[in-house]
């Protein structure tokens, strides 16, 4: 007898599941034949799986050298922004220069709301003081450092530092 046609193998290899039958007088040779069997068919199947195995982690260990590149690579350029941008980028205190534009441009609206402001209540003192008729001759003291008001309302001016004239004209 061969050895061939004592030995039967069934299975199915979607699940992997294989029966190996090996008839012989001698039972302790059957059970040898059918453990050296599985033991090619594992070492087999272990040595596609290493195969397999080594190839993804060489897969794996180039993806990782790609990403370490390019994380590299934008590190660099960042590095280099920041360096070209330094006076732009980045402040001592923490802010940003988004976060300056933004503080810039409220303190603008806020200048602007002032300047308004202000211009309306010269424009009023104007309006009070362009009423007092000119020709009454009068005398006023006027405590003030908008110089276009003083130059619109005054004919005759005189210039006091701490009570003392320092100019008129």
């Known amino acids: 007898d061969s050895v061939m046609s004592r030995l039967q193998l069934v299975g199915n290899p979607v699940n992997n599941l294989y029966v190996i ?16 069997l599985v033991t090619i068919f594992v070492e087999s199947s272990l040595g596609e799986k290493r195969e397999d195995t080594v190839n ?13 590149a390019g994380l590299k690579s934008a590190e ?22 988004f976060g300056r534009l933004a503080k810039l441009s ?27 008729p000119a ?18 309302l005054c004919h005759r001016l005189h210039v006091l530092n701490f009570g003392k004239t320092i100019g008129e004209g």
Do not use: C, W
Not at 24 to 35: G, I, L, M, N, T
Not at 76 to 97: I, M, S
Not at 138 to 145: A, D, E, S
């Open 76 to 97: 660099d350029r960042l590095k280099e922004f920041r360096l070209k941008y330094l006076g732009v980028a980045a402040q001592p205190g923490g802010t940003d220069y």
């Open 135 to 152: 020709h009454r001759n009068l005398g006023m003291l006027i405590v003030h450092h908008d110089m276009h008001l003083i130059m619109h």
């Open 56 to 68: 993804a982690v060489k897969f794996i260990d180039e993806q990782i050298k790609r990403y370490e």
């Open 21 to 36: 039958t090996f008839r012989d007088s001698d039972r302790e040779h059957a059970r040898k034949v059918v453990q050296s």
């Open 106 to 132: 409220e303190d603008i609206a806020v200048a602007k709301r002032d300047l308004e402001a202000a211009t309306a209540r010269r424009d009023e003192l104007l309006q009070v003081l362009a009423a007092i």
